[in-house]
């Protein structure tokens, strides 16, 4: 069993930045995928990020790459997404979650085995 708990969200303006975190507990994640997923209102949830456990190999989808950034931090086992050049299109609840299957990334929240409460983050025009 892994437990996740995000935190770090909150409301910033167009362009600015946030830094989110991810607490998992019970077991270390070096052997998971690590990901990020957010969910906007009315909408479904979707991929933004994740990272593997055991080598830091980051992903991405499109809509953030070059803005946003993955990493993981063993020693802590936390994971951290940080985000700038925010856009209100970003808004969303984040989650965090882990897929005990290392073999390939997956892009799709079904893949993946564990989550957190998630966090709201609200990004103002």
């Known amino acids: 069993q892994v437990q996740l708990v995000e935190s770090g969200g909150g409301l910033v303006q167009a362009g600015g930045s946030l830094i989110l975190s991810c607490a998992a507990s019970?077991?270390?994640?070096?052997?998971?995928?690590m990901g990020w997923f957010r969910q906007a209102p009315g909408k479904e949830r979707e991929f933004v990020a994740a990272?593997?456990?055991?080598?830091?190999?980051?992903y991405y989808a499109d809509s953030v790459k070059g803005r946003f950034t993955i990493n993981r931090d063993i020693a802590k086992n936390m994971i951290y997404l940080r985000m700038n050049m925010l856009k209100p299109e970003d808004t969303g609840v984040y989650y965090c979650?882990?897929?005990?299957?290392?073999?390939?990334?997956?892009?799709?929240?079904?893949?993946?085995?564990?989550w957190g409460q998630g966090t709201q983050v609200t990004v103002s025009s």
């Open positions: 979650a882990a897929d005990s299957d290392p073999r390939a990334i997956a892009r799709s929240e079904k893949a993946y085995d564990y």
């Open positions: 019970g077991r270390t994640f070096s052997g998971y995928i």
């Open positions: 990272i593997r456990g055991n080598t830091g190999v980051p």
